[in-house]
């Protein structure tokens, strides 16, 4: 059954991060979301990333509510 765990949230943030940004600090589960000042790109190459990952179609209204990458586990799916 497909899933998405808080492992594969922090590993999916740091690659987008590490391949979008020329300096940036690796993030934990804690890291709050808006710490991270994600553009619109990232956003959607985070989801991409995630989907792919967990096998999963994410709603993305669903990250609303989320405050720390570790939330993204609890991502809702369509």
Do not use: C, I, Y
């Not at 690796?26 to 709050?32: E, I």
């Not at 990333?49 to 990458?69: C, I």
Request: proline share 4%.
């Amino acid at each position: 059954m497909p899933e998405l765990t808080e492992t594969m949230a922090v590993d999916a943030v740091n690659e987008v991060l590490g391949s979008k940004r020329q300096r940036w600090v690796a993030v934990d589960s804690s890291t709050p979301l808006d710490e991270l000042e994600l553009d619109s790109l990232e956003v959607a190459e985070l989801f991409a990333t995630l989907e792919d990952r967990s096998g999963l179609d994410l709603d993305p209204d669903s990250a609303r509510s989320l405050r720390t990458v570790g939330d993204l586990a609890q991502l809702q799916t369509f």
